[in-house]
């Protein structure tokens, strides 16, 4: 159980698109889904807390207008990088924690690898 | 300072022996501490909860001192697989359930 799911695994885009990156939560109701990012040889980093229904809560430093967040279900967290360049290439990774449980561990989605060229 | 700092290694460790690691914490309020491991490329994976002075699972043991703020993870009888990113993680309950990462060590198993 507690499987997060990440789609695409990895992609490639021009500089000034937009990228659209989903986060599932297969098997259990996320109460809340976060999304890291990691350069290389870096740990990970968060950027946002996000709750259904809510507005994304952000990191110091990490622009809400750049990195949109849309948490739309229970299972379901988007994040969309507008306007890419290729200092946001980098491995982004989504978590979700559940109140199903007592611990407060957190279940890593596979990442999502995004190159901007 | 950094909230949760780790040398980051590499550790070079010959395939069978011992090898232990620490992590430092700067908030005195949490309370829950993980060691994730993570592959090259691959996402964090739950290697060990410490909640309270300590546990063991296996060939690993972690422990936690709360008066130096320090958590730290064993390995016994290291194997080639035991190759990997060793993340030291702290939860701040405080601020909504945050895992703040350290910066990872590294280590090698070696035949």
């Known amino acids: 159980g507690a499987v997060v799911s990440q789609h695409p695994s990895w992609v490639i885009c021009k500089s000034g698109t937009s990228v659209k990156i989903e986060c599932r939560s297969l098997?259990?109701?996320?109460?809340?889904m976060f999304w890291y990012r990691q350069f290389p040889k870096q740990s990970l980093m968060l950027m946002a807390t996000?709750?259904?229904?809510?507005?994304?809560?952000?990191e110091q430093g990490v622009e809400k207008d750049k990195f949109l967040i849309n948490h739309a279900s229970l299972t379901l967290s988007t994040l969309t990088v507008t306007s890419a360049h290729p200092e946001d290439s980098s491995f982004y990774i989504c978590?979700?924690?559940?109140?199903?449980?007592?611990?407060?561990?957190?279940?890593f989605g596979p990442g999502t690898r995004l190159t901007v060229t | 300072r950094k909230e949760v700092e780790q040398d980051p290694g590499p550790f070079n460790v010959p395939e069978g022996a011992t090898v232990a690691f620490n992590c430092t914490y700067s908030?005195?309020?949490?309370?829950?501490f993980f060691w994730y491991r993570q592959d090259c490329r691959k996402e964090p994976k739950l290697l060990m909860s410490v909640y309270s002075s300590g546990n063991e699972d296996g060939r690993f043991t972690a422990q936690l001192n709360r008066a130096s703020q320090y958590i730290s993870l064993l390995i016994r009888d290291s194997k080639l697989s035991d190759s990997a990113t060793y993340l030291c993680?702290?939860?701040?309950?405080?601020?909504?359930?945050?895992?703040?990462f350290g910066g990872g060590t590294r280590v090698l198993v070696k035949p």
């Open positions: 978590s979700a924690d559940t109140l199903a449980t007592n611990s407060y561990e957190q279940y």
């Open positions: 098997d259990f109701q996320a109460t809340t």
């Open positions: 993680v702290v939860n701040e309950e405080a601020a909504g359930n945050k895992l703040t």
């Open positions: 908030n005195s309020a949490s309370q829950s």
């Open positions: 996000s709750n259904e229904g809510s507005k994304a809560t952000y």
